[in-house]
């Protein structure tokens, strides 16, 4: 690790995104833990909630939200990395970033929780039911995948969902090249997706040997998703999307339908999904349907395409926890502080698991 590690703080410190962050952080060269927040674990040894991390944190412990602000005059510039449930995060991240204004402290936030993936308050209350905790903050923040936006003008970054990330993998190159404008998505995710709270949909025995669908055509990432190809594309279309559970852990697997405006090739999508993602590092453009085992657990993310007639499918498979999540929110860290973006994100996947 250099000398010179921006010190960072995890918000929503006992869930499963903030346990990848600190992940993570641990083999970062240029980042290293400041605090690690959790209001319901302050005191406690970080590897209690999290014992496959104990050997990098041995003696690490969760702190209070004050205790974390109260660190911030200890070094000029920090990071903060939020997995805190949406509602909750932006609360949080508020107070820090005041805290440092007043503290004369350069706090640059990357939040992977929904409060700052809408560019307006109104789109937030609308997909989520509640007034936004502090939409003064909305405009400091840019949310997109990585990949699909070279730069960004804001301080600060949001990271889309999950389901959202690995839809708009597949989706936006075909949108900016005119081939579609209405999309046809059957996605499925692992269980780590529904958080750390055991729930009907996300207990063992339940989603053992089993798969089902949920909030058919109405699921919450359908506007995120459609706004976000907006921006990154600056047209409109229309998306039907139904997610699915599936009866593993980690990881999605999307399947993405549309009817092509144009006759293409095969070829001819196939070099267009090569040539939009040349320059990505962690996207893939696969000869042969992707596997889930060959991306989890790591930030990669791969693409194939099958063209027959007007019809084109894209299948998308990523890690929910990782490009979906935390990998693609230390993306947007290390483009914000000025480091490769693939710092500390080029582990591959482990083949087996």
Same mark, same amino acid.
Request: hydrophobic share 45%; aromatic share 8%; glycine share 8%.
């Given at each position: 690790?250099?000398?010179?590690?921006?010190?960072?703080?995890?918000?929503?410190? *006992? $869930?499963?995104?903030? =346990?990848?962050?600190?992940? %993570?952080? &641990?083999?970062?060269?240029?980042?290293?833990? !400041? #605090?690690? @927040?959790?209001?319901?674990?302050?005191?406690?040894?970080?590897?209690?909630?999290?014992?496959?991390?104990?050997?990098?944190?041995?003696?690490?412990?969760?702190?209070?939200?004050?205790?974390?602000?109260?660190?911030?005059?200890?070094?000029?510039?920090?990071?903060?990395? *939020? $997995?805190?449930?949406? =509602?909750?995060?932006?609360? %949080?991240? &508020?107070?820090?970033?005041?805290?440092?204004? !007043? #503290?004369? @402290?350069?706090?640059?936030?990357?939040?992977?929780?929904?409060?700052?993936?809408?560019?307006?308050?109104?789109?937030?209350?609308?997909?989520?039911?509640?007034?936004?905790?502090?939409?003064?903050?909305?405009?400091?923040?840019?949310?997109?995948?990585?990949?699909?936006?070279?730069?960004?003008?804001?301080?600060?970054?949001?990271?889309?969902?999950?389901?959202?990330?690995?839809?708009?993998? !597949?989706?936006?190159?075909?949108?900016?090249?005119?081939?579609?404008?209405?999309?046809?998505?059957?996605?499925?995710?692992?269980?780590?997706?529904?958080?750390?709270?055991?729930?009907?949909?996300?207990?063992?025995?339940?989603?053992?040997?089993?798969?089902?669908?949920?909030?058919?055509?109405?699921?919450?990432?359908?506007?995120?998703?459609?706004?976000?190809?907006?921006?990154?594309?600056?047209?409109?279309?229309?998306?039907?999307?139904?997610?699915?559970?599936?009866?593993?852990?980690?990881?999605?697997?999307?399947?993405?339908?549309?009817?092509?405006?144009?006759?293409?090739?095969?070829?001819?999508?196939?070099?267009?999904?090569?040539?939009?993602?040349?320059?990505?590092?962690?996207?893939?453009?696969?000869?042969?349907?992707?596997?889930?085992?060959?991306?989890?657990?790591?930030?990669?993310?791969?693409?194939?395409?099958?063209?027959?007639?007007?019809?084109?499918?894209?299948?998308?498979?990523?890690?929910?926890?990782?490009?979906?999540?935390?990998?693609?929110?230390?993306?947007?860290?290390?483009?914000?502080?000025?480091?490769?973006?693939?710092?500390?994100?080029?582990?591959?996947?482990?083949?087996?698991?």
């Amino acid at each position: 690790m250099s000398d010179i590690a921006i010190p960072t703080i995890v918000l929503g410190g *006992s $869930g499963y995104v903030a =346990g990848e962050f600190l992940r %993570l952080l &641990d083999a970062h060269p240029n980042l290293k833990l !400041g #605090a690690v @927040v959790s209001s319901s674990q302050a005191g406690e040894p970080v590897g209690k909630t999290f014992n496959h991390l104990a050997p990098a944190y041995p003696t690490e412990t969760f702190v209070s939200l004050d205790a974390a602000i109260e660190r911030l005059v200890t070094a000029p510039k920090w990071l903060v990395l *939020s $997995g805190a449930p949406h =509602g909750a995060s932006a609360g %949080l991240v &508020d107070k820090l970033l005041s805290a440092g204004a !007043g #503290a004369g @402290v350069q706090v640059v936030v990357v939040d992977a929780s929904a409060d700052f993936r809408f560019a307006s308050a109104d789109a937030y209350a609308a997909v989520y039911g509640h007034a936004h905790e502090t939409p003064a903050r909305l405009a400091e923040f840019t949310c997109a995948v990585p990949e699909h936006l070279a730069r960004i003008e804001t301080p600060h970054a949001a990271h889309p969902g999950c389901f959202a990330t690995t839809m708009l993998l !597949g989706i936006v190159p075909l949108v900016k090249l005119g081939v579609a404008d209405e999309f046809f998505v059957s996605a499925v995710t692992g269980s780590t997706g529904a958080g750390r709270t055991p729930r009907d949909t996300t207990h063992h025995p339940l989603r053992q040997s089993n798969l089902f669908a949920y909030q058919t055509l109405k699921h919450r990432h359908d506007p995120e998703v459609r706004a976000l190809i907006k921006t990154a594309t600056g047209r409109d279309v229309a998306l039907n999307f139904v997610p699915q559970s599936g009866p593993f852990a980690r990881g999605i697997h999307a399947t993405i339908f549309a009817k092509s405006n144009e006759r293409l090739t095969q070829a001819q999508v196939d070099e267009a999904l090569r040539e939009y993602y040349r320059a990505s590092h962690f996207v893939r453009i696969e000869a042969e349907p992707p596997k889930m085992k060959d991306i989890v657990a790591t930030n990669y993310a791969a693409l194939h395409a099958v063209v027959s007639g007007d019809t084109i499918v894209v299948l998308s498979v990523a890690d929910n926890l990782l490009k979906g999540a935390a990998g693609g929110s230390i993306q947007w860290a290390n483009r914000l502080l000025g480091f490769p973006e693939t710092t500390g994100l080029t582990a591959p996947a482990a083949g087996w698991l």
